[in-house]
């Protein structure tokens, strides 16, 4: 009886098949990724359309945009106190972590707390301790939030995350993805305001400050309260919120570089005086900046010190403090740029609800004019 050969694969066929599987594979896996960032942006963006929404009903609420900040008077509160993000929290759909907030005194610091010492309730040798002071330990029960509307997907970087450590028991601070806009540099440029610049700690902070003259002091002081009318560049064309990569931690040596981190420019505001790209020129000496001096960038949602971002940097690029001790705590006059992790760009929500998407080599003067609410620049929405 006549059988028939048996039939199979020779080793030649079997891995040409393997082959074309890891090309199939190859071809699907960046598809794969592509879709999964795009559901992640449109998350992002939805988040953006979100604020500016509670921005809008706030405003209608308030006659006025929140305030980028308002120092209290109180001891040790001259930086800042409650952040845009804070005061917005009853249009998000979030009035019972408002309601934990205590307003008679400040978010942070306090007391017996100082930028210097930076100890109070951290215990020995805690590495993901944060310096919050006894007025953090009062709103400790807004601060340990995480509102998930203020994360962006695409940003999942955890790291050293600060704690608030209250009787030896470390509790997470709350950790944000969207910026306020203070406008662009106000130590290198005569546009000095943001869509946001209220009676807020911008304003507020720089009355402190010995290297600021009274007059600068008195204009910015008379930009508060800032109603609708007040956006004559049009509402389109002015950026309210954008986006920032956050930062990993307290811990500089296991920091990432780059976009999350915050360096040192080692550049004065004495340099650019009377110049007129001078902007451009503090941006280079920014990209220049090797030093790291900060890597908790996106924590503490809850307070201006920390909640803000200038356009004095196009986005996707370093992130700067001032290298001088008067400029450098006074975060709305750094160069802390819109950063992200969307390829490209970074998304930016605009005073008229919309959000669009920004692109990493926008020109920097167009950059800085989306910043201002009465410049009186000319933008086209072809140049961005």
């Known amino acids: 009886m006549k059988t028939s050969p048996r039939r199979g ?53 308030n006659q006025s945009t929140p305030p980028t900040g308002i120092p209290m008077g109180l001891p040790g509160n001259v930086q800042g106190g409650f952040s845009t993000l804070a005061r917005m929290l009853p249009f998000l759909e979030q009035t019972p972590i408002y309601n934990a907030m205590n307003f008679s005194v400040g978010e942070r610091w306090g007391p017996g707390d100082s930028f210097a010492s930076g100890a109070f309730l951290c215990p020995s040798g805690a590495n993901d301790c944060s310096a919050g002071g006894e007025y953090s330990a009062i709103n400790a029960s807004a601060i340990g939030n995480q509102i998930t509307s203020f994360l962006c997907p695409s940003d999942t970087e955890l790291g050293t995350q600060q704690k608030l450590y209250l009787n030896r028991e ?56 800032v109603s609708i009318a007040r956006f004559t560049d049009g509402t389109t064309n002015t950026v309210c919120f954008s986006e920032w ?86 975060q709305a006059v750094t160069v802390i740029a819109a950063s992200s992790y969307h390829p490209g760009g970074v998304n930016a929500a605009f005073m008229d609800g919309s959000v669009k998407f920004i692109k990493s080599t926008i020109n920097g003067k167009t950059w800085g004019a989306l910043a201002t609410p009465a410049g009186g620049e000319v933008v086209s929405a072809d140049s961005y």
């Not at 290198?188 to 507020?204: D, E, K, Q, W």
């Not at 451009?280 to 960038?297: F, G, I, P």
């Open 245 to 330: 990569a956050r930062g990993s931690g307290i811990d500089l040596a296991a920091s990432k570089p780059g976009l999350p981190m915050v360096y040192t420019s080692t550049a004065t505001a004495a340099q650019f005086a009377g110049n007129i790209d001078n902007d451009l020129l503090q941006a280079r000496a920014c990209e220049a900046s090797v030093t790291r001096n900060w890597s908790w960038k996106g924590d503490w949602w809850i307070s201006a010190q920390s909640s803000t971002y200038s356009h004095t940097q196009t986005p996707n690029r370093k992130s700067c403090y001032y290298s001088d001790t008067a400029q450098e705590q006074a």
């Open 170 to 225: 470390g509790k997470l601070i709350g950790r944000f993805s969207y910026p306020t806009n203070v406008g662009v540099n106000p130590f290198t440029s005569s546009a000095t305001s943001g869509a946001l610049n209220g009676p807020g700690y911008f304003p507020n902070y720089l009355q402190h400050q010995s290297n600021v003259s009274h007059a600068v002091a008195t204009k910015l002081k008379a930009d508060s309260p």
């Open 9 to 61: 694969f020779t080793l030649i066929e079997l891995l040409v098949v393997i082959a074309i599987i890891a090309v199939l594979i190859g071809l699907l896996l960046p598809a794969v990724q592509s879709a999964r960032e795009a559901a992640r942006r449109a998350q992002c963006v939805n988040n953006l359309k979100q604020l500016g929404l509670a921005m809008h009903n706030y405003m209608d609420s």
